[in-house]
Nanobody, 127 residues
C-alpha cells in the first residue's frame, strides 16, 4: 500500500520561496505518477504539477499554467522523496498542498484519478 507524508509548508511573504517534501513508501512496481495538488478554502482541489517517475527527457513534468516558471517538481529516488520547489510565491498560492500517487499510462492533473494521498501541508503567502 502506497503511503505519502507531506511536509515543508509554512508562512512566507510574497516573492519568497518554499520547498515541500513528500516521503513515499510502499511503491513496488508499475508506471507511477506523482503529483502535487492544492486546495484553498471554498475552492476545488487544483492540480499543480505531475511527474512521471521514469523521469527522462522524454517525459518532462507537467505544470498548471498558474505555476509554470515558478514551481519545480522533482524526485530523489535514493530518498524515496518527492519535492515541490516553489519560488516567487504569490498570495493566491496560499492553500493546503497535497502530494498524491497513481499507477497509470499518462500524466494527469485530474485529482479523481489519484488513489494514494498524503495529508495536506499548509502554505500561506502574505502580501
Amino acid at each position: 500500500q502506497v503511503q505519502l507524508v507531506a511536509s515543508g509548508g509554512g508562512s512566507v511573504q510574497a516573492g519568497g520561496s518554499l520547498r515541500l517534501s513528500c516521503a513515499v513508501s510502499g511503491v513496488t512496481s508499475g508506471r507511477i505518477y506523482y503529483a502535487w495538488f492544492r486546495q484553498a478554502p471554498g475552492k476545488e482541489r487544483e492540480g499543480v504539477a505531475v511527474l512521471d517517475t521514469r523521469d527522462t527527457g522524454d517525459y518532462p513534468p507537467e505544470y498548471a499554467d498558474s505555476v509554470k516558471g515558478r514551481f519545480t517538481v522533482s524526485q530523489d529516488n535514493a530518498k524515496n522523496t518527492l519535492y515541490l520547489a516553489m519560488t516567487r510565491l504569490k498570495p493566491e498560492d496560499s492553500a493546503l498542498y497535497y502530494c498524491a500517487a497513481r499507477e497509470g499510462m499518462y500524466r494527469s492533473l485530474n485529482p479523481t484519478l489519484y488513489t494514494a494521498w498524503g495529508q495536506g501541508t499548509q502554505v500561506t503567502v502574505s502580501s
